[in-house]
């Protein structure tokens, strides 16, 4: 039975619309309220202390209360808080953080637009491709290749390339134009006993795709390095490999959605380098600021910079585009990713413990298969029955992470998996205090 409802809980109800929620659902029990967080734990409105195993919302890479990303904020609102990069102006930490990531980046791009999330990340760089593409008289490429269980964002455009039908079908999307080709999810196919070759199957298929549609029609394909909302999806072996030669070889400009990927998640600043992937755009959120003020950016290669800076009146950005506040946010958020050496310790050390830990459910009769890489990992449970006795109702992720709650940890339910993406200053004590609520919430399951 449901408890009263707090005074903030009603206000809740009554005022306010959450994002991916069921409203009559979440309001049978209240909305869990959070009220503070420090390192890897949040604090709810009941006085619980919470291990947050999903950062946030894969972002909080760096953990809660970090005084020198507060003290940033505050130091640049005093100065000035805000002012527009419209008008052929600018602020310094724009023009900082700009410099910075293209230092960190891949090695072509070197040019970033500014926005507020990684939905707008993604339609700026639509956008952009179908100016360059104008530019250079092929204004026939307008078409876009996405993957089935990807996520690219929520704007109408960025919905339309989601591989997620829970996503789309709701607002009758996607659009025409957004093309979507297989994503290697071995497991979902029943080919898991073979992933590599599965992945080969997912690439002659993008082939055929792009034959059929026409290759002087499409202008872009999309991907996540590691698919993460879709169900933490890593690729294969030799996969992204022949997936950036393909589009290669056709001219396709490849674009790697590093929302959830870049700034250290996997071990490296950029998921581009562990696969050599030398996108031509790249686009970023979440683990810019560690979320703790909304920013994404579109980084561009030189070849399509010089197309946009040559070609007239860019007619595109928001008011809050370069937002000096929380580029200052960003700048003080990549000093302690670099400072506290945090993804040479994601690499070498947190993050392999992590997978050893994650691995251990191996066996599980309750667990089907176990995904990761880095600090980001899943697994897709299964009831009694097995795989085959599976149904699109049972969403057994979805329960076991609100009982992995009840045990004082945070994890996110997709379906049937369970997710987990902890901040990377996570300690080991406290990832076995992670996986050992996990564990409960997997037994419960089963029982």
Known sequence: MASTPTPLQQLDERFLLHPFTNHDEMHAHGTHVIVSGSGVFVQDAQGRQLLDGLAGLWCVNVGYGRTEIIDAVAAQMRQVAFYPSFFNSTTEPAIRLAERLARLAPPRLKHTIFCNSGSEANESALKIIRGYWKLRGQSQRTKILSREFSYHGVTIATTSMTGLPSCSAPFDLPLPGFIHVPAPHAYAADRESDPVAYGKWCVEETARTIEREGADTIAAMFVEPVQGAGGVIPPPAGYLTALRAL????????????????????????????????????????????????????????????????????????????????????????????????????????????????????????????????????????????????????????RAAALARKEGVIVRGIRDIIALAPPLTIAREEVDQLFAAVRVAVDRIWE
């Open 247 to 398: 589009c290669r070889e056709h001219g396709i400009l490849f674009v790697a959605d590093e929302v959830i990927t870049a700034f250290g998640r996997l071990g490296e600043w950029f998921a581009s380098g562990l696969w050599n992937l030398d996108p031509d755009l790249i686009t970023l959120a979440k683990g810019l600021t560690s979320g703790y003020l909304p920013l994404g950016a579109t980084m561009v290669s030189d070849e399509i910079a010089d197309a946009l800076r040559h070609g007239g009146y860019f007619a595109h950005g928001f008011t809050y585009t370069g937002h000096p506040t929380t580029c200052a946010a960003a700048l003080a958020n990549l000093d302690i990713l670099e400072n506290d050496g945090l993804i040479p310790h994601v690499a070498s050390n947190i993050g392999p413990y992590f997978q050893e830990k994650l691995r251990a459910f191996a066996g599980h009769p309750a667990v089907g298969e176990i995904r990761g890489y880095g600090l980001i990992g899943a697994l897709e449970l299964v009831p009694p029955g097995g795989k085959a006795a599976l149904t699109p109702t049972m969403t057994l992720g979805v």
